[in-house]
């Protein structure tokens, strides 16, 4: 009688191929995403300038980057713009949703048109709206031929101002996803619990208020998150609409780590500036993917 | 853009909210359209007529010039050459790039749902986290890795990048995929005597073709449309669409030709706008089709 | 030595046992079922006898040949699964020899084979057509057809009928039935459903928890339960569960309990039970014995007539259903479809004791 534990060579390589097929695209990410993000953290703590350097300066990178008056306006300027641009998106996504969902013939159509600026890049989106704004050639100039010579819309040229014509493109590329996330939640809703609750002598205010929104919370979210995400990474379309200006009144995280990596030959600091924008948005993801994958299971 | 089925809802409402209704979605269907419609309007036009008039107003004289220019001849960086060798650039990267990280994550998601071994959950937890990073983080040491391997300024380093950082995205769509699909089948050709790739390509893959749509798609629009790795990882020979456009637009010398600028960022648009109008419900149905079961 | 051999085979994930110990020989030809609740075990089982799962602990062999892990397309097994399991991207005739293929056989002898089954099984027309196309039914033969035509020495079986409505399970229970009795095959099915399990079966397993309470032919399983599990687990309407006081009298043994109103009644038991005087028992009694008056088993040697108060009646059209109490539990008769019963009259209820059986209330294990 042959060993019980004996296990024969098909089926002793079939335990392996798995692994060996998996492992290729496993040891990739370690390296190039778990790998780099050491080295970048372990930069931090250097004097690079120019180039990488293995001097051990401790916190002296931090130290500096939160004495810089330059990050101080990228951080109030990013909290501003993910404030508002999370926010608006959310609503109009919201409302959109909950419009398309009342038995609108068009919506399919309606869906397309919403949807479509996720499809372009944000070099794009930068380049039309860079040219709308304007007021010289773009929306006040075309007021102005109207007749109403009164209006004016420079707020992409004002430092005070300009950071919200930020807002107002970035809100016009994604607002439509936050739509479909919100109407995918609105789907999933069991039709016999609105039943219930319009038996129940509800009316559409409360029953959206009261039975509908409170079971988006998982749209709410979803879109929270990846809006937050995008909002951290933003990068594009700040170079395409203003280049960071008027002055640095648009400068973000995204740019200044640019600028002082690439530019300013500061690298030490830049990199510091990049473990801070990773610290801000693992704290945000790490929570909701450890969430989505516990449910799952 | 995820599952949108058309269901009963029980909610009525009068005439006057429903007027209301169709005008706020139909003012915000403008909303979205207008800034491309413009731009494509005033691509149209001669220089005089967008520098001299209106922006809302049709060319009085139509003219694909702006267009030809954008493409053949305009200066981008030092060259007079148009945005053509950069659209070539882009396909030439986005095209391998989509096609290596679709087959691996389809790979990724067979293993992490059909063959799971003990740590799966935390491979997969890692592999999805890296969808996520800023790539802020990983810019500098991979700007000397790429320099290291002679592949600095290439194409060939954009596929790798592009394929590096997409593989976490695509497992993810493979992985809720193949979750859905009944695990039966696997051990059920498992006794008919197939392996570990026989299974992947005659069960597996034939039944994929929502899923693959929906990576082709997801992948192709975010390497055509990135920015950041080309900005930095490129040189002039190998600039993609993107930065090209970018170029084209922050130029400071000359006149600002804004005719020829819109002319090129539709060029920039159109392969993923084409992607985005022929393929999107397919994307839908594709995201559905993996989440409905699941 | 069988045919399909479990020794002590166990199972477990991690810390966790989720099968103890179980042994089983099934010889050639046999029919043999596990059922029971889910979770007891028997998927994992099958799993483990078709190699889809790794045994812990134990040996699995058929033919004498030791299985353990040998990869699943090597044991000469073949499946049929809940689902079906059909591949989706190929026809009926391509899922069917799908198996013949992967082993190397050449296409005019996997034709012959494909044409035998689909005859066999009445399928002919349904090759071309892909898996989608068809109805439960349909699929629930092309997926017997696969495994037919593998020619091998154990069928296994998992929850083949689950997913079919009422009517075609009771018609394709009696198809496999058939095809048993004509193929002669080795078959292991897996079941919740002890209908199909008493009908099909040659033996049966029962399991809960991990563990087989009870291995036996049909009727075995069905007259002397093992324990308070099976004989509750087996039989629709469940077994009646009257709490007891055993007494003893002479000879004599007596089962005390109540009517419905608190009374004292007394059943006599067949069996001899030594030194159980004044200890608490659950006497069981299967609906179909007990019964009206007239409706009782004329070759039964002990029959107890006691009256009680009716609660509910439920006419099935066959039989009626008389719900009534003992003991402060209800209990349920099979009277004739037209026994006289109304709710709220007291009726005499026939008890045939020949068929009782006694279980200890803390052990659940049988005591007579």
């Not at chain 3, 477990?12 to 179980?22: K, R, T």
């Amino acid at each position: 009688m042959a060993d019980t534990a004996q296990v024969d060579l098909r089926t002793r390589l079939q335990n392996w191929l798995p692994k060996l097929v998996l492992a290729p695209s496993f040891a990739m990410v370690l390296l190039f995403v778990y790998g780099f993000i050491a080295f970048t953290v372990y930069l931090s703590f250097t004097d690079s300038r120019i180039l990488p350097s293995y001097g051990w300066v401790g916190l002296e990178n931090y130290e500096k980057l939160f004495r810089l008056r330059h990050w101080k306006i990228a951080v109030s300027n990013l909290a501003v713009f993910a404030i508002l641009y999370i926010g608006i998106s959310s609503l109009i996504g919201l409302m959109l949703a909950i419009f398309l969902d009342q038995k609108i013939r068009i919506e399919g159509a309606l869906r397309t048109v919403y949807l479509y600026p996720m499809a372009l890049s944000f070099i794009v989106t930068g380049t039309a709206w860079k040219w709308l704004l304007d007021p010289g050639i773009g929306l006040e100039h075309t007021m102005h031929l109207w007749g109403w010579t009164t209006f004016s819309f420079d707020w992409i040229k004002n430092s005070d101002y300009a950071i919200y014509t930020v807002v107002l493109a970035a809100v016009w590329q994604s607002s439509g996803f936050a739509m479909a996330m919100f109407l995918a939640g609105l789907r999933g809703i069991d039709n016999e619990i609105l039943k219930a609750a319009q038996m129940d002598g509800a009316s559409n205010w409360q029953l959206y208020r009261r039975i509908i929104i409170p079971q988006l919370r998982p749209a709410f979210l979803s879109a929270f998150v990846i809006l937050s995400h995008l909002a951290i990474k933003s990068y594009d379309l700040v170079i395409a609409l203003t280049g960071g200006g008027p002055g640095r009144a648009t400068e973000l995280p995204a740019t200044f780590m640019y600028s002082y990596t690439f530019t300013r030959n500061q690298m030490g600091i830049g990199a510091s500036s990049a473990v801070i924008m990773l610290i801000t948005i693992a704290a945000i993801m790490v929570p909701y993917l450890y969430a989505e994958l516990k449910e799952k299971k | 853009m995820m599952a949108i089925a058309s269901t009963d809802t029980a909610i009525r409402s009068g005439r006057v909210t429903r007027t209301f209704l169709y005008l706020v979605l139909l003012l915000f269907a403008l909303f979205y359209l207008l800034p491309f419609a413009i731009m494509v309007m005033n691509s149209m036009k001669p220089l005089d007529e967008i520098t001299g008039g209106n922006m809302m107003a049709f060319p009085t004289d139509w003219t694909l010039e702006p267009w030809r220019k954008a493409w053949s001849e305009a200066q981008v960086g030092v060259d007079a050459t148009g945005l053509r060798p950069y659209f070539y650039n882009s396909l030439i990267m986005a095209i391998p790039a989509v096609m290596l990280s679709t087959f691996f994550g389809a790979l990724n998601g067979y293993v992490l749902t059909k063959w799971q071994f003990r740590g799966h959950n935390i491979v997969f937890g890692l592999l999805l986290f890296s969808c996520f990073i800023p790539f802020q983080i990983v810019l500098i040491p991979m700007a000397r890795m790429l320099g290291i391997f002679g592949l600095a300024g290439s194409t060939g380093g954009l596929i790798l990048v592009h394929f590096v950082y997409g593989i976490g995205f695509t497992t993810l769509y493979f992985r809720n995929y193949y979750a859905a699909f009944p695990t039966e089948l696997i051990r059920a050709a498992q006794i008919d005597g197939a392996g570990f790739f026989r299974i992947f390509w005659r069960i597996l893959l034939p039944s994929s073709g929502p899923i693959i749509a929906v990576s082709f798609i997801w992948q192709f629009t975010n390497i055509w449309n990135d920015f950041l790795f080309g900005a930095s990882f490129a040189d002039f020979s190998s600039q993609p669409m993107t930065v090209a456009l970018n170029n084209l637009v922050q130029s400071s010398t000359g006149v600002k030709e804004y005719n020829v600028h819109f002319a090129g960022a539709i060029y920039a648009a159109i392969p993923t706008l084409l992607v985005y109008i022929v393929a999107g419900r397919y994307f839908v149905r594709g995201l559905m089709a993996g989440s409905v079961k699941g | 030595m069988g045919f399909l051999d479990i020794r002590n085979a166990t199972k477990a994930y991690g810390s966790v046992q989720v099968l103890h110990e179980v042994d089983i020989t099934v010889e050639e030809g046999e029919f043999l079922v596990l059922v029971g609740p889910s979770g007891c075990g028997k998927s994992t089982l099958l799993n483990m006898i078709a190699g889809l799962e790794d045994i812990t602990s134990g040996e699995i062999s058929i033919k004498g040949q030791p299985m353990n892990g040998v990869h699943p397309s090597k044991r000469n097994i073949a499946m049929v699964f809940q689902s079906y399991a059909l591949y989706p991207n190929m026809t009926v005739g391509q899922n069917i020899t799908f198996g013949l293929e992967m082993h190397g056989v050449p296409k005019t002898k996997r034709d012959q084979a494909m044409a035998d089954v689909a005859k066999l099984l009445q399928i002919e027309p349904l090759l071309a057509r892909k898996p989608g196309q068809l109805s439960g039914g349909q699929r629930q033969r092309v997926a017997m057809g696969r495994a037919l035509v593998r020619n091998p020495d154990v069928f296994l079986f998992d929850e083949p009928l689950s997913n079919l409505d009422a009517k075609l399970r009771v018609d394709m229970r009696t198809e496999i039935k058939k095809l048993h009795q004509k193929l002669g095959t080795t078959i292991v099915y897996v079941t919740h459903d002890q209908i199909e399990a008493m009908t099909l079966s040659t033996r049966i397993a029962v399991m809960n928890g991990g563990y087989v309470q009870q291995l036996g032919t049909p009727k075995e399983i069905y007259d002397n339960p093992a324990n308070l599990f099976v004989a509750t687990f087996m039989g629709s309407p469940s077994m009646n569960l009257i709490d007891v006081t055993l007494r003893v009298e002479g000879n004599s043994v007596f089962a005390d309990t109540t009517d419905a109103k608190g009374a004292r009644i007394s059943l006599p038991i067949n069996a001899s039970v030594n030194g159980l005087d004044g200890k608490n028992a659950i006497l069981g009694l299967r609906p179909e014995a007990l019964t009206d008056v007239d409706g009782s088993d004329a070759r039964a040697t002990q029959i107890a007539h006691v009256p009680n108060e009716v609660t509910v009646t439920e006419p099935a059209g066959s039989d009626t259903f008389v719900t009534t109490s003992f003991g402060g539990k209800d209990c349920v008769a099979r009277m004739r479809a037209d026994a006289d019963a109304k709710p709220g009259e007291r009726v005499t209820f026939a008890f045939n004791m020949d068929k009782a059986v006694l279980f200890d209330p803390e052990t659940e294990a049988r005591i007579a």
